[in-house]
């Protein structure tokens, strides 16, 4: 796979592993600051309802979302390729005979390529 612009899913690393490392030092502030405040003995039963797993999940989520947009961002080409032909030949003296044709015809005169390539 390709991308148009690929310096955009390095820039979606960097930012999830500063987003990884913003999260744990949070929770090591949050964990001291805890420490302090509250006996040891409580601290279960006022942080029992907090779940570590959906945490976890949630911020994997978001992490997988952020690289997702940065993913698109670096725009990926798959799909198509394009190639640009351009013929001469009898394909447009075709169209030019048929158009002549009908020309010719609503004039109720002979077409001037038909007597010309024998087609009468």
């Known amino acids: 796979m390709r991308f148009s612009d ?12 500063a987003l990884i490392a913003m999260w744990r030092r949070y929770d090591v502030r949050q964990q001291t600051a805890l420490a302090e405040f509250v006996a040891p003995h409580l601290r ?3 942080t029992g309802s907090v779940s570590a797993s959906r ?3 949630q ?7 952020v690289l997702c947009l940065f993913a698109a961002l670096a725009g990926p080409q798959f ?5 640009k032909i351009s013929r001469r030949g ?9 158009v002549a044709k009908y020309v010719d015809s609503r004039h109720k005169t002979q077409p001037i390529d ?3 390539a024998g087609d009468q």
């Open 44 to 46: 279960q039963r006022l």
């Open 114 to 116: 038909a007597r010309k």
């Open 55 to 57: 945490r976890f999940v």
């Open 59 to 65: 911020r994997g989520l978001f992490s997988a979302s």
């Open 90 to 98: 009898n394909e447009g003296r075709l169209r030019d005979r048929h």
């Open 79 to 83: 799909g198509y390729h394009w190639e």
């Open 6 to 17: 690929p310096n955009w899913l390095l820039a979606g690393l960097l930012t999830c592993t």
